[in-house]
T-cell receptor, first 114, second 113 residues
Framework: KQEVTQIPAALSVPEGENLVLNCSFT??????LQWFRQDPGKGLTSLLL?????REQTSGRLNASLDKSSGRSTLYIAASQPGDSATYLC?????????????FGQGTILTVHP | NAGVTQTPKFQVLKTGQSMTLQCAQD?????MYWYRQDPGMGLRLIYY???????DKGEVPNGYNVSRLNKREFSLRLESAAPSQTSVYFC????????????FGSGTQLSVL
């Protein structure tokens, strides 16, 4: 059974810092990996999706990398801002299916203070 | 463009009552999903529908039923609510190809007393 772990569980940084969130998964036979953002009381918003054949994806100040063989992904946030405060979740889609049975990590709660 | 719309946003039930959570998407997506989110447990898949007319169990289907009414709508029914079903429920959708991003609704907070 695929297990997804996110470290750290919570992170507090001052505004302007660059930071890295970590995601690891136990079964490397994945189809893709997604990073999501969740604001309190809201649904999840997809930030980046990395296909299993890709090494990284970038969107603005966000960069996600994937090392499938080692079962790891990182989300890099450059020049963090208070508006980045949220919970960040990663999720993997297993290989061999197109039905989107994602397995989610439990998330990293990020607080960026002014 | 509303995306994924869930109703209601909040609901309180007594043990044994029934209710249906509604979900509709306007993005012409093939696949739709129901998740529940609990502290310490993360997001867990209850049921999903790969396409109109099909439904399949996810990780935690017991106590729930679903209906894919048409391509837009996917409902989740609790026939006899239990306190263990207190949770936040999310509906999501995406195109059938697994390389498409998943879009979520804003959630239903359900309390069963």
């Amino acid at each position: 059974k695929q297990e997804v772990t996110q470290i750290p569980a919570a992170l507090s940084v001052p505004e302007g810092e660059n930071l890295v969130l970590n995601c690891s998964f136990t079964d490397s036979a994945i189809y893709n990996l997604q990073w999501f953002r969740q604001d309190p009381g809201k649904g999840l918003t997809s930030l980046l999706l990395i296909q299993s054949s890709q090494r990284e994806q970038t969107s603005g100040r966000l960069n996600a990398s994937l090392d499938k063989s080692s079962g790891r992904s990182t989300l890099y946030i450059a020049a963090s801002q208070p508006g980045d405060s949220a919970t960040y979740l990663c999720a993997v889609t297993p290989g061999g299916t197109s039905y989107g049975k994602l397995t989610f990590g439990q998330g990293t709660i990020l607080t960026v203070h002014p | 463009n509303a995306g994924v719309t869930q109703t209601p946003k909040f609901q309180v039930l007594k043990t044994g009552q029934s209710m249906t959570l509604q979900c509709a998407q306007d993005m012409n997506h093939n696949s739709m999903y129901w998740y529940r989110q609990d502290p310490g447990m993360g997001l867990r898949l209850i049921y999903y529908s790969a396409s109109e007319g099909t439904t399949d169990k996810g990780e935690v289907p017991n106590g729930y039923n679903v209906s894919r009414l048409n391509k837009r709508e996917f409902s989740l029914r609790l026939e006899s609510a239990a306190p263990s079903q207190t949770s936040v429920y999310f509906c999501a959708s995406r195109n059938r190809a697994a390389n498409e991003k998943l879009f979520f609704g804003s959630g239903t907070q359900l309390s069963v007393l």
